[in-house]
């Protein structure tokens, strides 16, 4: 499989029909890559990719792992030699230990909590999945607890362009939590759905779901069909850190060999209108003092006002 990706760029260079983009040798790549779930053959298809493409920073969405044991960290190890940066936020088949593990590996950057690292010139942030099933069981408020975390990796992303240092891509492995920064990043890359699909909300925010890098590991021989093997490449403009193209590429799922790349160009679109803000509780006015009494007020009581008329 790694084999055949490569012939497939290689041929790819050579004779490209695609929209007319050449990216500029300057141009920031990354591959952006999903659900893995353990499938040992990610690594060479991975490693092919980086070097075909000259690719500068690996972005990883979640779901590397199946079960999030420690049993399982041992597959992670190959991350260190793959040639590029390995950025990385944890999907809910990722456990804190999977997280530890991947912190005490070189050339790997764990954001969570809204972290942000600039590498390789592009800033990036992001947050772990609030939720941990292995299992694939849903738990009571979990699409609230997705909510939450994407409004704090949004409240990360304000605080950020405040400080004067704003970030380009932000990175979360459910699509609902990713949906909550709409409007405070150009960027949002996600996974969890094992599709690609690409779109621009409401307020201007471009969200990038990445397939299964992993042809969704061993789940691949529970359908009729097996999944394919999903990656894109990502081509960011040096000076203005924006996505100028991306290449989806796409290979056989399991017992196949197919291989398809197609590239895809931002299309121009209007200024998205401002994202709304929380309305602020409305200030309590002091109340004004009341008004001086009249001077006659003060003066002493008149003899004639208080002797009878009849008198």
Same mark, same amino acid.
């Given at each position: 499989?790694?084999?055949?990706?490569?012939?497939?760029?290689?041929?790819?260079?050579?004779?490209?029909?695609?929209?007319?983009?050449?990216?500029?040798?300057?141009?920031?790549?990354?591959?952006?890559?999903? #659900?893995?779930?353990? &499938?040992?053959?990610?690594?060479?298809?991975?490693?092919?990719?980086?070097?075909?493409?000259?690719? #500068?920073?690996?972005?990883?969405?979640?779901?590397?792992?199946?079960?999030?044991?420690?049993?399982?960290?041992?597959?992670?190890?190959?991350?260190?030699?793959?040639?590029?940066?390995?950025?990385?936020?944890?999907? &809910?088949?990722?456990?804190?230990?999977?997280?530890?593990?991947?912190?005490?590996?070189?050339?790997?950057?764990?954001?969570? &909590?809204?972290?942000?690292?600039?590498?390789?010139?592009?800033?990036?942030?992001?947050?772990? #999945?609030?939720?941990?099933?292995?299992?694939?069981?849903?738990?009571?408020?979990?699409?609230?607890?997705?909510?939450?975390?994407?409004?704090?990796?949004?409240?990360?992303?304000?605080?950020?362009?405040?400080?004067?240092?704003?970030? #380009?891509?932000?990175?979360?492995?459910?699509?609902?939590?990713?949906?909550?920064?709409?409007?405070?990043?150009?960027?949002?890359?996600?996974?969890?759905?094992?599709?690609?699909?690409?779109?621009?909300? !409401?307020?201007?925010?471009?969200?990038?779901?990445? +397939?299964?890098?992993?042809?969704?590991?061993?789940?691949?021989?529970?359908?009729?069909?097996?999944?394919?093997?999903?990656?894109?490449?990502?081509?960011?403009?040096?000076?203005?850190?924006?996505?100028?193209?991306?290449?989806?590429?796409?290979?056989? +799922?399991?017992?196949?060999?197919?291989?398809?790349?197609?590239?895809?160009?931002?299309?121009?679109?209007?200024?998205?209108?401002?994202?709304?803000?929380?309305?602020?509780?409305?200030?309590?006015?002091?109340?004004?003092?009341?008004?001086? !009494?009249?001077?006659?007020?003060?003066?002493?009581?008149?003899?004639?006002?208080?002797?009878?008329?009849?008198?």
């Amino acid at each position: 499989m790694a084999r055949l990706v490569t012939n497939v760029t290689k041929l790819y260079d050579a004779t490209s029909t695609l929209p007319a983009y050449a990216p500029d040798p300057s141009t920031i790549r990354v591959l952006h890559v999903s #659900d893995i779930h353990l &499938n040992p053959a990610s690594w060479k298809i991975i490693a092919s990719l980086v070097e075909q493409y000259k690719v #500068d920073v690996i972005v990883d969405s979640g779901d590397t792992m199946d079960h999030g044991t420690a049993a399982e960290n041992g597959f992670l190890d190959p991350i260190e030699d793959l040639g590029a940066p390995y950025v990385w936020v944890r999907g &809910n088949h990722d456990s804190l230990i999977t997280q530890r593990y991947l912190e005490g590996l070189k050339n790997v950057h764990v954001l969570d &909590n809204g972290n942000a690292k600039t590498i390789k010139g592009l800033r990036f942030a992001g947050i772990g #999945d609030p939720q941990f099933t292995p299992d694939r069981s849903k738990s009571i408020g979990a699409e609230q607890s997705q909510e939450l975390a994407g409004a704090r990796l949004a409240t990360a992303l304000r605080d950020q362009r405040t400080a004067g240092t704003p970030v #380009d891509v932000a990175i979360a492995h459910e699509p609902s939590a990713a949906r909550e920064v709409d409007g405070e990043v150009p960027l949002v890359l996600a996974g969890h759905l094992h599709h690609d699909e690409t779109e621009v909300m !409401k307020y201007g925010t471009r969200l990038r779901i990445e +397939g299964s890098t992993g042809g969704s590991g061993l789940r691949a021989i529970e359908g009729k069909h097996p999944d394919p093997i999903e990656a894109s490449i990502l081509y960011f403009d040096r000076d203005t850190r924006h996505l100028q193209a991306w290449d989806e590429i796409e290979l056989g +799922g399991l017992g196949l060999t197919t291989a398809e790349v197609s590239r895809h160009l931002p299309r121009r679109t209007s200024p998205a209108p401002p994202r709304p803000r929380a309305p602020r509780a409305p200030r309590r006015r002091a109340r004004p003092p009341p008004p001086p !009494k009249p001077f006659w007020r003060y003066l002493p009581p008149s003899h004639m006002l208080l002797t009878s008329p009849t008198r």
